[in-house]
T-cell receptor, first 115, second 114 residues
Framework: GAVVSQHPSWVICKSGTSVKIECRSL??????MFWYRQFPKQSLMLMAT?????????EQGVEKDKFLINHASLTLSTLTVTSAHPEDSSFYIC???????????FGPGTRLTVT | QQQVKQSPQSLIVQKGGISIINCAYE??????FPWYQQFPGKGPALLIA?????SEKKEGRFTISFNKSAKQFSLHIMDSQPGDSATYFC?????????????FGAGTRLFVKA
């Protein structure tokens, strides 16, 4: 089956610093990847669509300058949270579509805590 | 019109019982309806999915029932087990206009009592 990994699985950073989260498709190529954030006991909120070789598409209300997305290759997308603040603390999850029905395969998530 | 409404918010079921989670949608252009299972601290995993030209799909203990005219679909978990305790999300997608974007329901937290 399709496997998506994320790194790191958890990270703690200080307010004002930047943190990078990697999303990799391990056994398939992904021209498109999605980034979600999930608050405790809530649903997944789509932040942006990452497109290999072109700019990411951000959902309404998501600050593109704060959440920088780079889809550098067919197997890697990165999300950089710039100048992080405590309110950015959340569970960040990426996904990539694969298969005849383009099912979403999710990474294991990254827990970000900003102190 | 892009929403997917899911109920109940939480559900407690005895071991061996049937767990039923319901979802409703408005956008008749949705053409793919997956269900995801998420354990605490993990990413969601695809459980089962259905297309609107099919009224029911069964995979093991998991069954999706789909009512196109009512714009509703539901997940049935037969012989529920404590290991099924997780959060379940229904979802919908419209390839024609939304590409691969998936709209998620609010989630149902299922607890199966041993």
């Amino acid at each position: 089956g399709a496997v998506v990994s994320q790194h790191p699985s958890w990270v703690i950073c200080k307010s004002g610093t930047s943190v990078k989260i990697e999303c990799r498709s391990l056994d398939f190529q992904a021209t498109t990847m999605f980034w979600y954030r999930q608050f405790p006991k809530q649903s997944l909120m789509l932040m942006a669509t990452s497109n290999e070789g072109s700019k990411a598409t951000y959902e309404q209300g998501v600050e593109k300058d704060k959440f920088l997305i780079n889809h550098a290759s067919l197997t890697l997308s990165t999300l950089t949270v710039t100048s992080a603040h405590p309110e950015d603390s959340s569970f960040y999850i990426c996904s990539a579509p694969q298969g005849p029905s383009y099912e979403q395969y999710f990474g294991p998530g990254t827990r970000l805590t900003v102190t | 019109q892009q929403q997917v409404k899911q109920s109940p918010q939480s559900l407690i079921v005895q071991k061996g019982g049937i767990s039923i989670i319901n979802c409703a949608y408005e956008n008749t252009a949705f053409d793919y309806f997956p269900w995801y299972q998420q354990f605490p601290g993990k990413g969601p995993a695809l459980l089962i999915a259905i297309r609107p030209d099919v009224s029911e799909k069964k995979e093991g203990r998991f069954t999706i029932s789909f009512n196109k005219s009512a714009k509703q679909f539901s997940l049935h978990i037969m012989d529920s087990q404590p290991g099924d305790s997780a959060t379940y999300f229904c979802a919908a997608r419209n390839r024609a206009t939304g590409g691969f974007k998936t709209i998620f329901g609010a989630g149902t937290r299922l607890f199966v009592k041993a």
